[in-house]
């Protein structure tokens, strides 16, 4: 059961406390004080979504807090919603979580009803949901599973045949391509390579006219360095006989000739360069090559050892698409066979579910206030999975009097019909888990003895478990083990919305007001208070 719920800075909400008690707890009040809103914080700290302009104004922050007390421990929720990041922090006994976790452990904890749910009920697809919680949900597992798969095998099939069909126009051109590609052979870095090989041969070329240039400077007839060094160190080597000052001189003339000579003969035994001009021929020539294959298919060389790949991939995948083709049958084939044999457990299962449900929902809707002669059926459809396999879809019919057809809901139900259906229907699915019920106006659209009915049925489901119903009848608020009162207030030009447990003659008053007020609205409270026994 739910014991405490704290709320703060949510819409105009401030500060908020409550205590709940076991059995059930009634919120009222004046429309728009704010009951509906109290509920939607319990949906928010419990996984669902509130923008952040949920934040009271002036405020950066909101937080809702909840105690749960369940047979094995309690837990202790909190969510905040932050107004600067739009995103918000959610908290399981005081350690970051996940809303995905949160909203497993949800259906434990709470069951919302409102008048949302109504219009769910008109639903047929609500309507089959309603019996699939009635049976296997590991059969229905196994469909969803078989089912996807089964699309994924149809997909796949369309996907390769498109894909076939759409390369066999393009068959010829591919074999062209390849065809090119294969002549050339190009490879992938293959122009760098060229071009650094092209750069390489122009500089053996300036290295080579150099030699050529040095040789000539030390050794040629029109230059000839080693001749005129040797002929300048003999007029030197003259000169210092009768100058001893220059004989330095001319002992360096003399080293600087045998260095000239050795360097001569060390030039002279450099390894022939290669035939660079035949090379660059060559490189030139399969430039050109590439270039033309490059402006023929349109693509960078890069592009054109890419498509090379491609191309193969392409045609071989044509080769053998026919094979993937029949093996992806055949699966196809063992999956419609599975889908078609959990598809008719699943119907027999839902057909006898049908049954007990439709007896279930008949004692149920009597003890509401239906007539005895109304009928609750469950009409089944054929709705298509695949090409061979149909299943049965559920809808919900019923006919309130004795002598017509049974009809659909949504063409014969008023709202207070359908707000009693869906009580019915409440009290069935949370008898498994007795999570804490929540009951958002289901009451609206009914009243008179329909509505002491419905007080009954409230009651019964609050001995059994915790209720929380929000309610603008002062029939169903005497019936509160706990009642409090939400209302508006104004202070200093700002707007609150308040909620607190009212006492035994605060309850009073309240039930007079929403009887009408005056002397007879007084009297009708005492009445009800005296009638329902009411705790406080």
């Known amino acids: 059961m739910l014991e405490l719920l704290r709320i703060q800075n949510l819409a105009l909400i401030e500060d908020l406390e409550l205590e709940f008690s076991p059995g059930l707890n009634v919120l009222t009040g004046e429309t728009g004080a704010g009951k509906s809103f109290i509920l939607r914080a319990l949906d928010f700290v419990l996984g669902d979504k509130l923008p952040p302009d949920s934040i009271r104004p002036g405020e950066g922050r909101a937080r809702v807090e909840a105690l749960f007390s369940l047979p094995e421990g309690d837990y202790v929720i909190k969510r905040e919603i932050l107004r600067d990041k739009n995103r918000s922090r959610i908290y399981l006994n005081d350690s970051l979580s996940s809303q ?203 592009g054109i050892t890419g498509l090379q790949g491609e191309i193969r991939e392409n045609l071989d995948f044509l080769d053998n698409c026919n094979l993937q083709l029949q093996q992806l049958a055949r699966r196809e084939e063992e999956l419609e066979g599975s889908l078609d044999e959990v598809v008719q457990r699943i119907n027999r299962a839902r057909e006898e579910a049908a049954e007990e449900l439709s007896l279930r929902l008949h004692r149920e809707l009597r003890d509401l206030g239906f007539p005895q002669g109304m009928e609750v059926v469950f009409q089944f459809s054929p709705v298509q999975l695949s090409e061979q396999v149909t299943e049965n879809r559920a809808k919900l019919m019923w006919k309130p009097n004795p002598g017509h057809p049974p009809q659909p809901l949504d063409q014969i139900a008023s709202g207070g019909e359908l707000s009693r259906f869906l009580l019915a229907l409440v009290g069935l699915f949370s008898q498994e888990q007795a999570p804490t019920l929540l009951f958002d106006e289901v009451d609206a659209g009914i009243g008179g003895v329909t509505l002491s009915k419905v007080g009954q049925k409230i009651s019964e489901l609050a001995g059994r478990q915790q209720v929380i119903l929000v309610s603008h009848w002062p029939q169903l608020a005497c019936l509160a083990r ?17 909620c607190r447990s009212l006492s035994a003659e605060e309850v009073q008053q309240e039930l007079a007001r929403m009887a009408g007020g005056g002397e007879q609205g007084r009297l009708l409270a005492g009445k009800l208070i005296e009638e329902g026994g009411h705790d406080n």
Do not use: N
């Not at 706990?482 to 308040?498: D, G, P």
């Open 100 to 302: 995905e976790k949160i909203r497993e452990l949800r259906s434990r904890l709470i069951m919302h009803t409102s008048q949302h749910e109504q219009q769910r009920l008109l639903s047929q697809a609500y309507h089959t949901k309603i019996l699939d919680t009635r049976i296997s949900q590991e059969m229905l597992a196994e469909r969803d599973e078989t089912l996807a798969e089964l699309r994924s095998v149809k997909a796949r099939q369309k996907e390769i045949a498109d894909r076939a069909r759409e390369l066999e126009e393009r068959r010829e051109f591919l074999e062209y391509q390849e065809q090119e590609i294969a002549k050339v052979e190009p490879r992938a870095g293959e122009e760098e390579e060229l071009e650094e090989r092209k750069r390489q041969l122009r500089e053996q070329a300036k290295s080579m006219q150099a030699l050529e240039r040095s040789l000539d400077l030390l050794e040629g007839q029109e230059h000839r360095v080693l001749d005129k060094v040797g002929d300048l160190h003999s007029e030197i080597a003259a000169l210092a006989e009768s100058d001893p000052e220059l004989q330095d001189e001319a002992a360096r003339l003399e080293e600087m000739r045998y260095e000239l000579q050795e360097l001569a003969v060390k030039l002279k035994d450099r390894p022939p360069p290669p035939d660079t001009e035949q090379e660059l021929e060559r490189i030139e020539s399969r430039m050109w090559e590439l270039g033309r294959l490059k402006r023929k298919l349109g693509r960078s060389l890069e």
């Open 482 to 498: 706990k009642h409090f009162l939400v209302s508006k207030e104004v202070e200093e030009e700002r707007t609150s919305t308040r």
